[in-house]
C-alpha cells in the first residue's frame, strides 16, 4: 500500500488554465505539505498544514491554494498557470518532530 | 538550498566508501535527515539522527552529527552502483517544516 500517493503523476497544461493536484496519506499523520523541486533539484517549502494551522511560504504566489477536505487528503490548487510553475511537486506527511514521508511527485509542465 | 550547503557532486568506485557533508543553519533543529531520491523518483527517507547524539549506524550507514560546527555527514560503506542518486539533507526548523540542502549527486563507478 502506497503511503503517500499523489496524482496525477504527469500533467501538461497550457499557460492560463487552473489545475489541481491531488494527495492522500494512508499513515494517520497529523500535518501535510507540499514541496516544489525546480529544474537544478532544489525543493522548497509551500506550504504546511494540520487541522489547526496552515502555514504557508510567503514566496508562494496566492495562485496556489491548498485545499484539505479531510486529515488524510491535502490537494494543491494553481490558478492561472505560468510557464515558471514548471516543475515537480511533491506531497509529503509526517507526524510531529518527525520527517515527512514524500509522495512520488507531480511533474507539472506549462506550456 | 540556500540555508542548508552540500557539495553538489561525489563520484567513488563501487566497494568504496562514500562520505557526503552537509552543514545546517539552526542549532536548534530537533531532527536532522538524510532523504536518496534515484532518478525519476521520489523523496525517500534514509535516515535520521536526533540533535542529542553524535552518531547513528543503520547497516552500511552511518551518520555522524557535529552539533558545534553545524555539520552533518552521511557514510554509505560499500558503495554500490545501485546507491547512485541525489542524497539531500534536511533540518527541521519552526512549523515542522524541513529545509532541504541543494542535494549532492553520487556517482558511483563499477
Known amino acids: 500500500d502506497t503511503a503517500v500517493s499523489q496524482t496525477p503523476k504527469y500533467l501538461v497544461t497550457q499557460m492560463g488554465n487552473d489545475k489541481s493536484i491531488k494527495c492522500e496519506q494512508n499513515l494517520g499523520h497529523d500535518t501535510m505539505y507540499w514541496y516544489k523541486q525546480d529544474s537544478k533539484k532544489f525543493l522548497k517549502i509551500m506550504f504546511s498544514?494540520?487541522?489547526?494551522?496552515?502555514?504557508i511560504n510567503e514566496t508562494v504566489p496566492n495562485r496556489f491554494s491548498p485545499k484539505s477536505p479531510d486529515k488524510a487528503h491535502l490537494n494543491l490548487h494553481i490558478n492561472s498557470l505560468e510557464l515558471g510553475d514548471s516543475a515537480v511537486y511533491f506531497c509529503a506527511s509526517s507526524r510531529r518532530d518527525r520527517g515527512p514521508f514524500f509522495g512520488q511527485g507531480t511533474r507539472l509542465t506549462v506550456v | 538550498g540556500e540555508d542548508v550547503e552540500q557539495s553538489l557532486f561525489l563520484s567513488v568506485r563501487e566497494g568504496d566508501s562514500s562520505v557526503i557533508n552537509c552543514t545546517y543553519t539552526d542549532s536548534s533543529s530537533t531532527y536532522l535527515y538524510w532523504y536518496k531520491q534515484e532518478p525519476g523518483a521520489g523523496l525517500q527517507l534514509l535516515t535520521y539522527?536526533?540533535?542529542?547524539?553524535d552518531m547513528k549506524q543503520d547497516q552500511r550507514l552511518t551518520v555522524l552529527l557535529n552539533k558545534k560546527d553545524k555539520h552533518l555527514s552521511l557514510r554509505i560503506a560499500d558503495t554500490q552502483t545501485g546507491d547512485s542518486a541525489i542524497y539531500f539533507c534536511a533540518e527541521i526548523l519552526a512549523g515542522n517544516m524541513l529545509t532541504f540542502g541543494g542535494g549532492t549527486r553520487l556517482m558511483v563507478k563499477p
Open positions: 539522527i536526533f540533535s542529542n547524539m
Open positions: 498544514y494540520n487541522n489547526k494551522e496552515l502555514i
